[in-house]
């Protein structure tokens, strides 16, 4: 076992944060079995209901109900991007020339697990995939060094998208949704219905799911885009959005954070469940979004965010200084706050870390990289 960065609390039902029983009440480091040596950097790379996958370089090692520990043949020079997966844990991602790698098979613990690159040669690379939590997929197209128009198409399941990537020219894979944006894109996310795109000029687009303020634009009126099509999130108009986050194929928040350190969230936490209510969300009414103000002290100016992340229905934020505040339901220990208390409405430090550098997060755990 090796020294870990990431520190972890939350839901732990299948040992996918800490060899002991019962969930995680309080951040402690993630416990990675890795042939990795002693003081080697991990970083998250998918994390699910049941299981957490880190990677080191190019191995990837996962922990839970999906246990192993793979290569990605990955040339050198080349980066990981756009992991994807369900509630058992990662099915594949992508590397930065565009090449889609799957596992064999989505496989429970003990069983090898090996990454195959995927698709014809005349398959388009791919530069981002989103996989929604009802199954959609979302991927955008490499584009040419001096491209400004953004291609994505739009798959109703993950095989139907494996069926057009291994065969494009076969005309019955064809997807079922196309879509042409101005601009080049930099993120591509989804969360439990929603895709949510970010251009690298800072603008943010959302479609899917128009229920429970989770487009964070209108879609009814003479001037709207309709809630199918990628529609351009005015509330955000005049920010330049360097980061977007939500739950990956879970929930039904987002968030945006900005190049001046401000974060803006939208959305709901889990509709029919009387779990609690996130304080500042209330504020933002249909079409809005709502500025989160971390302060520090009664008399302090709103802290800088460095790094967020959405889970379920709880948030994360670092601030500047390296300090974390949590906020949402803590049925779990999520937050990692010495409290059972099941739903934190308002933002909350957690006073055991320092020097956080970024926060991520599954459906119903936080992780934290500590520097």
């Not at 880190?54 to 991007?81: M, N, T």
């Not at 584009?143 to 739009?154: C, D, G, K, S």
């Not at 795109?197 to 487009?215: A, I």
Request: hydrophobic share 40%; aromatic share 8%.
């Amino acid at each position: 076992m090796s020294d870990s960065n990431i520190w972890a609390a939350g839901f732990n039902a299948f040992h996918q944060l800490s060899d002991r029983e019962g969930d995680v009440w309080e951040f402690q480091p993630l416990q990675i079995r890795s042939t990795a040596t002693n003081g080697d950097k991990y970083d998250l790379l998918y994390p699910s209901w049941s299981s957490t996958a880190v990677r080191h370089g190019s191995k990837v090692s996962s922990l839970g109900y999906q246990q192993f520990s793979a290569e990605i043949p990955l040339d050198e020079g080349v980066d990981l991007s756009s992991p994807f997966g369900d509630h058992n844990g990662l099915l594949g991602c992508l590397d930065s020339k565009g090449k889609v790698y799957f596992l064999t098979d989505n496989k429970p613990h003990g069983e090898k697990q090996v990454f195959t690159c995927h698709g014809e040669p005349e398959a388009p690379p791919i530069s981002h995939l989103a996989l929604a939590g009802n199954e959609r997929v979302a991927v955008s197209f490499k584009q040419a060094p001096n491209a400004r128009l953004t291609h994505i198409a739009e798959f109703v399941s993950l095989a139907s998208f494996r069926d057009w990537h291994a065969n494009p020219s076969n005309g019955e894979n064809y997807p079922a949704a196309h879509h042409m944006l101005p601009g080049r894109p930099k993120q591509l996310l989804a969360n439990a219905a929603n895709f949510i795109l970010l251009m690298e000029d800072g603008e943010v687009y959302t479609w899917g799911d128009p229920r429970f303020r989770t487009l964070a634009r209108p879609t009814v009126g003479p001037e709207a885009v309709p809630a199918d099509k990628p529609g351009l999130v005015d509330a955000l108009g005049g920010l330049k959005i360097l980061k977007i986050q939500c739950g990956p194929g879970a929930g039904w928040l987002a968030s945006a954070l900005s190049e001046d350190g401000a974060l803006y969230l939208w959305g709901t936490t889990t509709p029919g469940e009387d779990e609690g209510s996130i304080n500042c969300l209330e504020e933002a009414g249909a079409g809005e979004v709502a500025l989160v103000d971390i302060l520090a002290g009664p008399d302090a100016e709103p802290a800088d965010i460095i790094s967020a992340c959405v889970g379920r229905n709880h948030v994360a934020v670092v601030t500047d200084a390296g300090q974390l505040y949590m906020v949402g339901d803590n049925s779990n220990g999520q937050l990692g706050l010495p409290s059972d208390q099941s739903f934190v409405g308002d933002w909350t430090q957690v006073h055991s870390l320092r020097n956080v550098q970024r926060v991520y997060a599954g459906p119903k755990a936080t992780f934290a990289i500590i520097a």
